[in-house]
């Protein structure tokens, strides 16, 4: 079995012992992301919109990083600080995903790191 560790620049770096992706036999393991600038490492936002917005950016990117794509996403965990946030997610993260969208959860939880109001991961196949 054969591991490698994805990490770009593009994606901001990671805040705690973890890598930004694994990919293990033909697929990739997307960390967590939240709604940080990767140039500034600082939230983009205060709003949910935006925040989810930029979440999705940063998962591409990592995503692109493995050689993967959101047309390949198997499955996503979206976590939220509160449900009443929920619509408003749902419909910048379905901007992302046409055809076939992937199977996830969506759960909400008391706190994310640095306080965000949505963090995503997400489990793809690799080209």
Known sequence: MSRKIVSTKAAPEAIGPYSQAVISN???????????????????????????????????????AADSGFNRVIKCSIFLDSMDDFAVVNEVYGRYFNDAPPARETVAVQTLPKNVKVEISCIAEVN
């Open 26 to 64: 033909g697929l990739v393991y997307c960390s967590g992301q939240i709604a940080l600038d990767p140039k500034t490492m600082t939230i983009v936002s205060e709003e949910v919109e935006a925040q989810t917005k930029q979440v999705m950016e940063n998962l591409g990117e990592v995503l692109k």
